[in-house]
């Protein structure tokens, strides 16, 4: 029930305004294999293309929509199959605003990670994109969990941290090869 909690937690719900049920049944599903894995990260950073001059740059007219990529997480389940300059049409058959953000029931939007944290880790999905002035879907594993290619670690629970911060000094074990100087 500790994992459970997790899922309830503000860091470990990113997709915001997710109802307990879905919550309850995407960490039902997590644990069939007997491992948590969280919600999948597909390692792709966007900008919105609200802009009428950003969308002609990159080939988008005035009927379409789309979110701009401006960055990939190296290793991410994106790498090398979507990269800057791309721009996200749709994820999973779901269209993608120009500010970024996803219909997730009528009338109201939320960011285009909803479609994507729908998934379980190791899911296949499917991202139409537009690149150099022509559309296709790209399809991938997300083989990874949110937050995992942080350097800085999510929230842990029940797992004594390895630094120890007394009167605003930070101490932290010694990495190998700095015991020596010079």
């Not at 899911?123 to 790209?138: C, F, H, M, S």
Request: proline letters at 7%; glycine letters at 10%.
């Amino acid at each position: 029930m500790k994992i459970l909690a997790q899922y309830l937690r503000p860091p470990y719900c990113p997709a915001r305004k997710i109802h307990a049920f879905f919550l309850i049944g995407f960490f039902l599903a997590d644990m069939r294999d007997g491992r948590y894995d969280g919600f999948p990260d597909d390692g792709v950073h966007v900008q919105a293309m609200e802009n009428e001059s950003l969308k002609a740059m990159y080939g988008l007219d005035r009927n379409h929509s789309g979110a701009l990529v401006t960055a990939v997480i190296p290793g991410s389940p994106a790498d090398g199959n979507i990269f800057p300059g791309d721009v996200i049409l749709s994820i999973d058959g779901h269209a993608v605003a120009d500010d970024g953000t996803v219909e997730f029931r009528p009338k109201e939007r939320t960011s285009a990670d909803y479609y994507i944290q729908q998934h379980q880790v190791g899911e296949t999905i499917a991202i139409k994109i537009l690149r150099k002035g022509r559309e296709e879907t790209v399809r991938f594993a997300l083989f990874k969990a949110w937050g995992s290619g942080s350097l800085v670690k999510n929230t842990q629970y029940d797992t004594r941290p390895s630094y120890f911060v007394y009167g605003g000094l930070v101490f932290c074990p010694q990495p190998a090869g700095f015991d020596h100087p010079g």
